[in-house]
């Protein structure tokens, strides 16, 4: 009997972990509804679409603005894959405003990023306008002291 209702729980869990993700608690699903009750203004819409922006004026703006931006798989407070979470820690050492954009959330953003850099995997760094790389080549100048070099002016600024 117990392993009977172990399997139920066990099958149940599995199924919920593949809609939904849960952090500190929360739970964040993520299926759109489609609920014929849900007003319009309560579900999911493209602010891009009618914005007369594209992905690669974003891209180019986010790199130009930010000392230090990452397109990463998650953000800098929850990464969700090992590289993601290598570049922050490495990042967070130098105590750089981090800006960071999730492209897991947005499969257009994620393939604009890479015609943008001509780099295929993610994080991608870009430090003072410059594509720099991934968390490979940011460990790499970390342990150099290449990267110290690199950030020097943006942490005397802050």
């Known amino acids: 009997m117990a392993a009977i209702l172990f399997k139920g729980i066990a099958a149940r869990s599995l199924t919920t972990r593949l809609t939904s993700s849960c952090y500190y608690g929360m739970k964040y699903s993520t299926k759109v509804s489609n609920d014929p ?62 800006s960071a954009r999730n492209i897991l959330e947005d499969p257009e ?20 306008g410059e594509f720099v790389g991934g968390s490979d080549i940011i460990l790499n100048m970390h342990q150099t002291g290449e990267l110290k070099e690199k950030l020097k002016d943006i942490v005397s600024k802050q």
């Not at 001509?118 to 991608?124: I, V, Y």
């Open 37 to 98: 009750d849900t007003h319009d203004d309560f579900k999911p819409a493209n602010k891009l679409e009618n914005s007369g922006t594209s992905l690669s004026n974003i891209i180019e703006q986010d790199v130009k603005d930010n000392p230090v931006m990452l397109y990463m798989k998650g953000v800098p407070d929850f990464p969700q894959c090992g590289f993601s979470s290598l570049a922050v820690k490495v990042l967070k050492q130098y105590d750089v405003p981090l």
């Open 109 to 128: 953003l994620k393939n604009a990023v890479k015609a943008f850099s001509h780099w295929p995997t993610f994080p991608q760094i870009f430090i003072k």
